[in-house]
């Protein structure tokens, strides 16, 4: 989308606002709540200058793709790339929170040779952008299930072999990412309780859950009960509900707040919502002013 200068200012003014207003809010819950989108969802994916943008909408930061054609050698390890982030990192502010290697979805980390390298590259590049978090993506040719619930989400079985695959790829890359200071957090169809299993079998803080209250709504899952199953295994956490606005949906975003107010949860919660009627900002602003929000009386 794009916005005229007058919409621009009137953005940059409600983000300013947004971010005090937002401070208080996150002191009245007793979390330490930031904000995010993903980047391709923000319709900026790969892009440095989409953090003005975001800035403008007042948000924290943004969750970066790393690219989603499978090179040997990552976009997102070009250290020219990464000067370009870091440059508007240090002009507008805000941080990136996470790196998404989406491009998994594609090519799995149980099946393809290439993985372990672009979870090496994918450290270190989150090492020199200090982000804290590598989403590892198991969903489409990546799915750990054998078969798919009613909505293509949830349900089925295990595929034990790519499991075993995925555990000691897993095992090798913990050790150099528990190093970087930088954790590999796993979405994908599973619950909590598998989740939890592959975690235990890994045994590395460096591996954590990546939790998505859209995909596990969708799943079936009782998304407020596996967060709390899940408790600190949770490294970040996405908000998206299908094609609704935050807390007009399926999600139970009342039960979501109390849950991760249940646990402490102190970090990111990183958007991955939909655009309405080609609008851009005002779509992200009004799940912004939501988040904001919706810890107050959690």
């Not at 790829?169 to 913990?174: D, E, F, H, P, S």
Request: contains cysteine; proline residues 2%.
């Amino acid at each position: 989308m794009v916005s005229t200068r007058r919409e621009f200012i009137k953005a940059g003014a409600l983000g300013a606002a947004g971010l005090f207003w937002a401070s208080n809010l996150r002191a009245e819950s007793g979390l330490n709540i930031k904000i995010g989108a993903c980047d391709w969802s923000f319709r900026e994916a790969c892009n440095p200058d989409g953090f003005d943008k975001a800035k403008a909408l007042g948000m924290d930061g943004l969750e970066i793709s790393s690219t989603d054609e499978a090179r040997e050698v990552l976009k997102i390890a070009d250290p020219e790339f990464q000067a370009a982030y870091k440059n508007a990192m240090t002009r507008t502010g805000l941080a990136v929170p996470s790196i998404a290697l989406g491009l998994m979805n594609n090519y799995p980390l149980a099946s393809d040779d290439r993985g372990p390298a672009w979870l090496e590259q994918t450290i270190a590049a989150a090492a020199a952008l200090q982000a804290k978090v590598i989403l590892v993506a198991f969903f489409g040719d990546g799915d750990l299930l054998q078969k798919k619930g009613l909505l293509g989400i949830g349900g089925g079985e295990l595929k034990e072999k790519e499991l075993d695959m995925v555990v000691e790829r897993l095992k090798v890359a913990a050790p150099k990412a528990d190093e970087a200071g930088v954790i590999l957090g796993l979405e994908n169809t599973l619950s909590a309780a598998q989740n939890l299993a592959i975690l235990d079998r890994v045994q590395s803080d460096a591996v954590r859950v990546y939790y998505d209250v859209g995909n596990s709504t969708n799943g079936g899952y009782d998304v407020p009960a596996e967060i709390r199953e899940l408790k600190d295994r949770i490294c970040q956490i996405h908000f998206k509900d299908g094609g609704s606005f935050l807390g007009e949906g399926e999600v139970d975003m009342d039960a979501v707040a109390k849950a991760m107010t249940d646990i402490n949860y102190n970090g990111w919660v990183i958007l991955e919502t939909a655009v309405h009627d080609n609008d851009r900002d005002g779509s992200f602003l009004k799940n912004i002013e939501f988040v904001k929000t919706m810890f107050k009386t959690a």
